[in-house]
């Protein structure tokens, strides 16, 4: 049987308590907020069935009808998660604060929404601004997803040692000490709810995980969604849009009895819920991606070494340029690796190598190295770069990132280097 995350994340529990009653506002009329009450209770139906789609069609009504609703716009927000259209989801969930800043699981909807479209560094400043309304468990992980896994396990630390922990907050802790290559300590924490067969599947799991071919692809199988192209939500509904025409006849798409209803399935004994999520279906890797330090960045194209002559001869007087950026200092050295990837073989590495210089031109002056493991029966061999300080770990990984790479941080484990530089017989370790 397919193990699944244990953090499950249900759509409609993002939402405030009671967000199906609309309060009409000066501008408003009672009737729009009865009537959009109406569509909005039709909307959280369609989310319980996970018809995103329907749940779309009916939450932009209920928008559309009472447009200074908090609640109606979170609930759009949700629609548009469940239906993976993440750009728009943002745009509703941003709404939504601004009309009430005060709902964490919003703020978490939006933190969600912005991880997905890319905009990690949006996501920490959320998080930071609502701290004190999302739980310790929801936002450790959030924090871990956002690049930064060693705070998300010290964070998650603290709250897995109280009287009152439950397992989702130690499996959550244990998912980011292995988003933090701290796979062993990560495997002893999740065995605590887990059997060692279940633990042993987890772990593969996590590390298809840790590596994300896309930035949404983390947040839509947290979520059990797809994620789809999306231009945003319709101008008409931004936050200070002009009053639309609302069509007094109901979406036949959305109203359609015979659609079929995809249930999400019943947890296991050993499922946990986040207070209010639901399914939660882990996919590829969402790398650790964090800022490149500037001494590792290569200067920008166009800039090219220039060889000395012996004697050098007298400059010819030109129009001043404008003056090239001074280096920056040389990164500190440590034992902090960048995982580039885990593949079959040291062969198949060398290619993937090869592929990175030529997607991130600073890999070239640094010193390819890898070390052997297995997992599941399965030998495979990691690629990484490493000998940095943590902080310039965490750039290069960012960095990385931003050029359409995947990587995420990691301390050295064994790493040496590369199997395809080194000589016969001779063992060397990476720096």
């Given at each position: 049987?397919?193990?699944?995350?244990?953090?499950?994340?249900?759509?409609?529990?993002?939402?405030?308590?009671?967000?199906?009653?609309?309060?009409?506002?000066?501008?408003?009329?009672?009737a729009d907020a009865k009537a959009a009450a109406k569509v909005a209770a039709k909307a959280e139906r369609a989310l319980g069935k996970r018809a995103g789609a329907d749940a779309v069609a009916w939450a932009e009504q209920a928008v559309t009808l009472?447009?200074?609703?908090?609640?109606?716009?979170?609930?759009?927000?949700?629609?548009?998660?469940?239906?993976?259209?993440?750009?728009?989801?943002?745009?509703?969930?941003?709404?939504?604060?601004?009309?009430?800043?005060?709902?964490?699981?919003?703020a978490l909807g939006l933190v969600l929404?912005?991880?997905?479209t890319g905009d990690w560094s949006a996501a920490r400043a959320t998080l930071d601004e609502h701290a004190g309304k999302i739980s310790a468990s929801d936002r450790g992980l959030a924090v871990a997803l956002t690049g930064d896994p060693a705070s998300a396990v010290a964070m998650l630390t603290d709250a897995a040692r109280r009287p009152d922990a439950?397992?989702?907050?130690?499996?959550?802790?244990?998912?980011?000490?292995?988003?933090?290559?701290?796979?062993?300590?990560?495997?002893?924490?999740?065995?605590?709810?887990?059997?060692?067969?279940?633990?042993?599947?987890?772990?593969?799991?996590?590390?298809?995980?840790?590596?994300?071919?896309?930035?949404?692809?983390?947040?839509?199988?947290?979520?059990?969604?797809?994620?789809?192209?999306?231009?945003?939500?319709?101008?008409?509904?931004?936050?200070?849009?002009?009053?639309?025409?609302?069509?007094?006849?109901?979406?036949?798409?959305?109203?359609?009895?015979?659609?079929?209803v995809v249930v999400?399935?019943?947890?296991?004994?050993?499922?946990?819920?986040a207070p209010g999520f639901g399914k939660v279906v882990f996919g590829p890797r969402q790398e650790i991606v964090q800022a490149?330090?500037?001494?590792?960045?290569?200067?920008?194209?166009?800039?090219?070494?220039?060889?000395?002559?012996?004697?050098?001869?007298?400059?010819?007087?030109?129009?001043k340029a404008a003056p090239a950026p001074a280096p920056a200092a040389a990164p500190a050295k440590?034992?902090?690796?960048?995982?580039?990837?885990?593949?079959?073989?040291?062969a198949v590495a060398r290619e993937a190598w090869g592929r990175a210089q030529r997607r991130f031109a600073a890999l070239e002056d640094h010193t390819p190295s890898g070390m052997n493991f297995a997992a599941r029966g399965r030998d495979f061999y990691r690629l990484s770069v490493g000998g940095f300080a943590h902080s310039d770990a965490q750039g290069f990984c960012r960095r990385y990132r931003a050029a359409g790479g995947s990587c995420f941080v990691r301390?050295?484990?064994?790493?040496?280097?590369?199997?395809?530089l080194r000589k016969p017989g001779v063992q060397v370790a990476a720096r």
């Open positions: 049987m397919k193990t699944r995350m244990l953090l499950k994340v249900s759509l409609p529990a993002l939402l405030v308590a009671g967000a199906t009653v609309a309060v009409a506002s000066a501008g408003e009329g009672v009472s447009p200074q609703d908090a609640g109606h716009r979170a609930l759009l927000g949700q629609a548009y998660l469940q239906a993976g259209r993440f750009r728009s989801a943002r745009e509703a969930f941003a709404d939504a604060l601004q009309l009430d800043g005060r709902n964490g699981r919003v929404a912005q991880i997905a439950s397992p989702k907050t130690r499996q959550n802790l244990a998912l980011s000490l292995a988003l933090a290559g701290q796979w062993q300590m990560a495997r002893v924490v999740a065995a605590a709810d887990m059997s060692p067969a279940d633990v042993d599947a987890r772990m593969v799991e996590w590390a298809a995980f840790a590596q994300p071919r896309d930035a949404s692809d983390q947040v839509a199988h947290l979520l059990g969604v797809k994620a789809v192209e999306d231009a945003g939500r319709p101008a008409a509904l931004a936050l200070n849009a002009a009053p639309a025409v609302v069509p007094t006849v109901e979406p036949v798409a959305v109203a359609a009895a015979a659609a079929p999400a399935p019943e947890p296991t004994a050993e499922a946990v819920r490149l330090p500037a001494p590792t960045i290569r200067p920008a194209r166009g800039l090219v070494k220039v060889a000395l002559t012996a004697r050098p001869q007298p400059l010819p007087v030109v129009a440590g034992g902090w690796f960048v995982q580039l990837g885990a593949y079959d073989s040291p301390q050295v484990a064994g790493d040496q280097v590369a199997q395809w």
